[in-house]
């Protein structure tokens, strides 16, 4: 009895070692490629700042603003929603 559960132990010793290697692998292909950073191809960013906002009301006094129509209201439905029985096929 003692034999095959020192066999057993081994197997999964050793399967713990190579799950260890699997991931230290792993984290070494995704240190080396997806997570390396190059700051030379990063374009430099322009912050605007302004201490007041200035609206432009002319805009709204466009022509294709003043075309502009609300849409019709939806008529409520009317009849008799869904079936007698929904589990049957049509």
Not at 36 to 56: M, Q, T
Request: overall charge positive; cysteine-free.
């Amino acid at each position: 009895m003692a034999i095959s559960f020192s066999k057993k132990q081994n197997k999964q010793q050793y399967l713990i070692f190579i799950l260890i290697i699997i991931a230290l692998i792993t984290v070494f292909v995704l240190r080396k490629d997806i997570f390396k950073i190059s700051l030379d191809g990063v374009p430099s960013v322009e912050v605007f700042h302004s201490d007041s906002i200035e609206i432009n009301f002319e805009v709204l006094k466009a022509k294709t603003i003043k075309e502009l129509q609300m849409p019709e209201p939806k008529k409520p439905f009317e009849g008799k929603a869904g079936r007698d029985n929904p589990f049957i096929s049509y």
